[in-house]
């Protein structure tokens, strides 16, 4: 049987997961705040309670605090459907959220976009999910539509959780790209030309993240490849490159101080991927 979809939200994001929907032969209602938005061709756009009729509801708003000022006046006409909440929430908004959906009734599935709106139901799109196990297996196939579907568990705020580790991740990488890209002006070369190295240096580098994670799984660092001491040498030489070129120090001094917390506790012969634990309460 055919799901019906709602979907709350006509930005980027909201129009590409309703054209994806509409795409898979999904009827597809849509609602946003301000009229006039542009909407995907074959969607029906229906005021507020009235958008809310359909199997599932999917949200995808600005924040934590635009949800609530959109569902609440409306909330009791939620009974008995599923929220699936794709705007980008903090764990701790996200269980929230799964409460008070309980609270009236409705099931709930928060979920993380690893994906631009471009993306969506393209080759490379991800949406990471975790909150009630049954709403996940029975719309997984409608889920799909947007890219691969990945779940995390029971605990709402699970997804979120590993959504916002990886954007982390990904914002301290090109913070470095910045600061490698600042440091090679000094020599005449551009971003893009940095950009187009980096790129492939990273690539080349990030294949030995498995590796560096099990290590810090086990704890133990003290048989090192490459020792912090050896580490900090090096941190200490990208450093003053970096002073030579009148680079602001705000981000490999921060990496150099991991290093060097752990050296001041006398782990300067462990492995350098002790720096984790300078990371830990
Ligand atoms: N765009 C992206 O690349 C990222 C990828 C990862 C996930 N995010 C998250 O998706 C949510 C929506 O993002 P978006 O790209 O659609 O954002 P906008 O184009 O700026 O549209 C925002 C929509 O939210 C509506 N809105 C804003 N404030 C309120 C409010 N107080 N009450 C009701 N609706 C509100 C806005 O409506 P309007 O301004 O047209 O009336 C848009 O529909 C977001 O969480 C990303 O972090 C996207």
């Given at each position: 049987?055919?799901?019906?979809?709602?979907?709350?939200?006509?930005?980027?994001?909201?129009?590409a997961?309703?054209?994806?929907?509409?795409?898979a032969?999904?009827?597809?209602?849509?609602?946003?705040r301000?009229?006039?938005?542009p909407?995907?061709?074959?969607?029906r756009?229906?005021?507020?309670?009235?958008?809310?009729?359909?199997?599932l509801?999917?949200?995808?708003?600005?924040?934590?605090?635009?949800?609530?000022?959109?569902?609440?006046?409306?909330?009791?006409?939620?009974?008995?459907?599923?929220?699936?909440n794709?705007?980008?929430?903090?764990?701790?908004?996200?269980?929230?959220?799964?409460a008070?959906?309980?609270?009236?009734?409705?099931?709930?599935?928060?979920?993380g976009?690893?994906a631009?709106?471009p993306?969506?139901?393209?080759?490379?799109?991800?949406?990471?999910?975790?909150?009630?196990?049954?709403?996940?297996?029975?719309?997984r196939?409608?889920?799909?539509v947007?890219?691969?579907?990945?779940?995390?568990g029971?605990d709402?705020?699970?997804?979120?959780?590993?959504?916002?580790?990886?954007?982390?991740?990904?914002?301290?990488?090109?913070?470095?790209?910045?600061?490698?890209?600042?440091?090679?002006?000094?020599?005449?070369i551009s971003?893009a030309?940095?950009?187009?190295?980096?790129a492939?240096?990273?690539?080349?580098?990030?294949?030995?993240?498995?590796e560096a994670?099990?290590?810090?799984?086990t704890?133990?660092y003290?048989?090192?490849?490459q020792?912090?001491?050896?580490t900090k040498?090096?941190?200490?030489?990208?450093?003053?490159?970096?002073?030579?070129?009148?680079?602001?120090?705000?981000?490999i001094?921060?990496?150099?101080?991991?290093?060097?917390?752990?050296?001041a506790?006398?782990f300067?012969?462990?492995?350098?991927?002790?720096?984790?634990?300078?990371l830990?309460?």
């Amino acid at each position: 049987m055919t799901t019906s979809v709602t979907v709350l939200g006509q930005g980027a994001m909201g129009r590409a997961l309703a054209a994806a929907l509409l795409a898979a032969g999904h009827p597809t209602t849509v609602w946003n705040r301000t009229p006039g938005r542009p909407v995907p061709a074959g969607a029906r756009e229906l005021p507020l309670p009235e958008a809310l009729h359909s199997d599932l509801v999917i949200v995808c708003l600005l924040d934590h605090g635009s949800i609530h000022e959109t569902l609440d006046p409306f909330a009791g006409k939620l009974a008995g459907s599923a929220v699936v909440n794709l705007t980008s929430t903090e764990p701790a908004a996200a269980r929230e959220l799964a409460a008070w959906a309980a609270g009236h009734g409705a099931d709930y599935l928060d979920g993380g976009i690893m994906a631009t709106p471009p993306m969506i139901g393209e080759p490379g799109s991800s949406v990471l999910y975790s909150g009630a196990p049954a709403v996940f297996e029975r719309y997984r196939p409608v889920l799909e539509v947007f890219g691969a579907a990945e779940y995390f568990g029971a605990d709402p705020g699970q997804a979120a959780l590993v959504d916002f580790a990886l954007l982390a991740a990904m914002s301290a990488m090109f913070a470095g790209f910045y600061h490698g890209a600042a440091m090679v002006r000094a020599g005449g070369i551009s971003a893009a030309d940095f950009g187009t190295r980096c790129a492939a240096w990273l690539s080349a580098m990030a294949g030995s993240l498995p590796e560096a994670g099990a290590l810090i799984d086990t704890g133990d660092y003290s048989e090192p490849v490459q020792s912090l001491t050896f580490t900090k040498a090096a941190l200490d030489a990208i450093v003053g490159a970096s002073r030579e070129a009148g680079v602001d120090l705000d981000i490999i001094g921060a990496v150099r101080n991991l290093a060097d917390r752990q050296i001041a506790a006398g782990f300067g012969g462990h492995s350098s991927e002790r720096m984790f634990e300078s990371l830990l309460p």
